[in-house]
C-alpha cells in the first residue's frame, strides 16, 4: 500500500500552487511549473513565513482563550 498523496496547496488566494513538491502556476487556461530557482526559493521562504505566522496566531489565540476572564465576572 502506498502514502497518501498530499493535496496541493494554494499559496494564499494567489495562482501559485506546491503540487508534489514543485510550485505550479494555474489558471483557468492550465498549469505551468515554475522553473526559476530563484522564484521557487522566493515561494518557499515566503511560504515558510506564512506558516509561522499561522502558528504564532494560532499560539496566540489558544493563550488568549486559557487566559479568558472568569464567566462570573471574577478575575
Known sequence: MSAPTPRPRRLLDT???LRDGSWW???RAGSIP???AAFTAVLDD??????AA???????????SSSAPDPGGRR
Do not use: E, G
Open 15 to 17: 495562482p501559485v500552487v
Open 25 to 27: 502556476i494555474s489558471s
Open 34 to 36: 515554475v522553473s526559476d
Open 46 to 51: 515566503f511560504a515558510h513565513a506564512m506558516a
Open 54 to 64: 499561522d502558528r504564532a496566531v494560532a499560539d496566540l489565540r489558544t493563550r488568549q
